[in-house]
């Protein structure tokens, strides 16, 4: 079992940039598939970005591709989202997830953070 902490969240003017964490204590991340996904009010959990940690090879959703990047460090346990020129339609509590089969379908995780908040002002 893994354990899940974001952080970094905030809020930012629209073009500006913000870099999210997520923490795992419990097994090393690099044992899962973890992703990064986001729900705005009123709205579906939705896939943002994931990555393969035994090939490196990133996944995005169209609307974030090339302006949000995905990363890790095995050293410290710890997911990044590296999000640059921010959108006001970015708004919306993020959330890292963790599972056993990468995919960009939230019910195939099976392990949450507790969700942080990034607001983008227009």
């Known amino acids: 079992q893994v354990q899940l902490v974001e952080s970094g969240g905030g809020l930012v003017q629209a073009g500006g940039s913000l870099r999210l964490s997520c923490a795992a204590s419990?097994?090393?991340?690099?044992?899962?598939?973890m992703g990064w996904f986001r729900q705005a009010p009123g709205k579906e959990r939705e896939f943002v970005a994931a990555i393969n940690w035994s090939s490196g090879r990133t996944y995005y959703a169209d609307s974030v591709k090339g302006r949000f990047t995905i990363s890790g460090d095995n050293a410290k346990n710890t997911m990044y989202l590296q999000m640059n020129s921010l959108k006001p339609e970015d708004t919306a509590v993020y959330y890292c997830?963790?599972?056993?089969?990468?995919?960009?379908?939230?019910?195939?995780?099976?392990?949450w953070g507790q969700g942080t908040q990034v607001t983008v002002s227009s």
């Open positions: 419990g097994r090393t991340f690099s044992s899962y598939a």
């Open positions: 997830a963790a599972g056993y089969v990468r995919s960009t379908r939230a019910s195939d995780y099976d392990y």
